[in-house]
């Protein structure tokens, strides 16, 4: 691969300082070259901020404004609202994936291999794949086929694998992480663990919701049920990237960070699917046992109202997701009602609602909104024909599934599960939750990014001719 290394994963990251955020890592000039041995204590906390800056920056927001949830005002993002979008979009994304984790990944194991390795090397090792894992399963699920197998090998133009392959390949690299993390020589402390500190039981159960989601993602729903249930288990195991308390500059809320700095106005929440679906309007999510005021107003992306909030999707000190306790319910919601039965289906849900109605959920945005965070248990009537969650008369195990999966589209708010499923659900009409087009003449929701435009540049073996309305391979 002829990309060039970037990312200055030493300085820029050890400190986690900079003068710029860190989603523009990919600038950096002072990077490492591939021949340093940088000890990988020294370089984990920059896989993981490269991770965060490719699932919760650029291209997250273009499949959430892809996906109802949000709307681009101006400029660059008015014109990729409208589906007018070039590989170099892509660049950055790419650069984080390629040379800031899988690269200094790479370089980990050659330390290891020449030094030896120890029980804080065996986390270390554990951590990093899971962090690829993470990282190349993003990839794989918004840009299809992608050179792994033979990826910052020094080969000159690496193969693209297929995407099912590529899947595969992560299911095996968490299975690899999960035996490492059980294994009484591992250690179970690491201060550079900007995550979890170390905690393994923590990491063990952030891969098998990995392995969850990426069996949902293929379709695979037993296997997907059967990792889930070993997977986060409460809202505390959440790996997600919480902002310095200190404020400072460039460690923010990426989403903040964006829509008060240079592309102020670009971006909006305003006047979405996701915002309607959360009103008073008719054909809301609000009924005799949902009031979802204190989720809307959490999710009114918006300006500069976040400055040092937390009670706002775009605060300054924000939480965001990465991957989350609620979202292993959900895949348990989802799997169980499709494989198992409505009843345990069900009582996933009633979980998830139960979470919601928790202090850990969502912070109220307004005093006012104190008695509006109401989500009180679903019942089997509810979703009988006629009921409150069946008003259509479907049947009523779609029903539950139809609520599952836009559950899931509110709940991942901010990350790219919404698109995923609007593209992996797009033949099951019944459920899939019913996004409109952003422009007339369009009759398919955008299926893929470009690879990136250096990729084409210097690959010959990268495709060429494909569209953003070409489904990858798992969802033709």
């Known amino acids: 691969m002829k990309t060039k290394t970037y990312i200055g994963i030493f300085f820029a990251f050890l400190m986690f300082s900079c003068d710029e955020s ?37 291209l997250q927001r273009i499949s959430g404004m892809w996906s109802g949830q949000y709307r681009g005002e101006l400029a660059l993002y008015l014109g990729i609202y409208n ?98 993390l059980e294994s009484d020589n591992t250690e179970d402390d690491l201060e550079e663990d900007i995550f979890f500190g170390g905690d393994k039981e923590k990491w063990k159960q952030t891969a098998y919701t990995l392995k ?65 679906l959360l009103s008073t309007n008719s054909g809301n999510r609000n009924n005799a ?16 109202s976040g400055s040092r909030a937390t009670n706002i999707i775009n605060g300054e000190f924000t939480p965001m997701n990465l991957v989350s306790y609620q979202e292993n319910l959900l895949i348990l919601a989802e799997t169980a009602t499709r494989t198992i039965s409505f009843e345990e289906g069900l009582a996933q849900l009633n979980l998830v609602r139960e979470f919601l109605e928790s202090e850990d959920s969502f912070d109220l945005r307004f005093s006012s909104d104190e008695d509006n965070k109401i989500y009180e248990p679903y019942e089997a009537v509810d979703f009988e024909n006629g ?28 990350t790219f599960i919404p698109w995923n499923d609007l593209r992996r659900l797009r033949t099951e009409e019944d459920i899939v939750v019913p996004v409109p087009f952003n422009r007339l003449g369009i009759s398919i929701h955008p299926q893929r990014f470009i690879i990136s435009q250096n990729e084409l540049n210097s690959n010959t073996n990268a495709p060429n001719g494909l569209s953003i309305f070409d489904p990858t391979p798992i969802n033709q």
């Open 22 to 58: 860190f989603e523009e890592l990919n600038r950096n000039p002072n990077a490492i070259t591939a021949d340093e041995l940088i000890p990988p204590n020294l370089l984990i906390k920059g896989t993981m901020l490269a991770d965060i800056a490719m699932n919760v920056s650029h």
């Open 83 to 180: 589906y007018d979008i070039s590989s170099e979009e892509s660049n950055s994304a790419w650069g984080y994936l390629y040379n800031g984790i899988i690269r200094q990944n790479r370089q980990m194991t050659k330390f290891y291999d020449l030094n030896g390795i120890n029980g804080e090397g065996m986390l270390i090792t554990a951590i990093t794949r899971i962090i690829e894992a993470h990282a190349a399963g993003t990839a794989t699920a918004i840009w299809g086929d992608i050179p792994y197998s033979e990826a910052v090998l020094g080969i000159e133009d690496p193969k693209f694998d297929q995407q099912v392959e590529v899947y595969e390949s992560l299911q095996t690299l968490l299975d690899e992480a999960i035996i490492l």
């Open 212 to 276: 969850a989601r990426y069996y949902l993602q293929t379709r695979q729903y037993n296997l997907a049920h059967e990792a889930a249930q070993n997977g986060i288990s409460e809202h505390e195991g959440t790996m997600r990237f919480i902002p310095l308390s200190s404020g400072t500059f460039g460690t923010e809320n990426l989403l903040y960070r964006f829509m008060i700095g240079s592309r102020t106005g670009y971006l909006s929440a305003s006047d979405t699917y996701c915002r309607n």
């Open 289 to 304: 046992k949902t009031d979802e005021k204190a989720r809307r107003n959490f999710l009114n992306a918006g300006g500069k």
């Open 387 to 414: 009921g409150m969650e069946n008003e259509d008369g479907i049947d009523p195990t779609r029903a539950l599934l139809r609520e599952i999966i836009e559950e899931r589209y509110v709940t991942g708010f901010g």
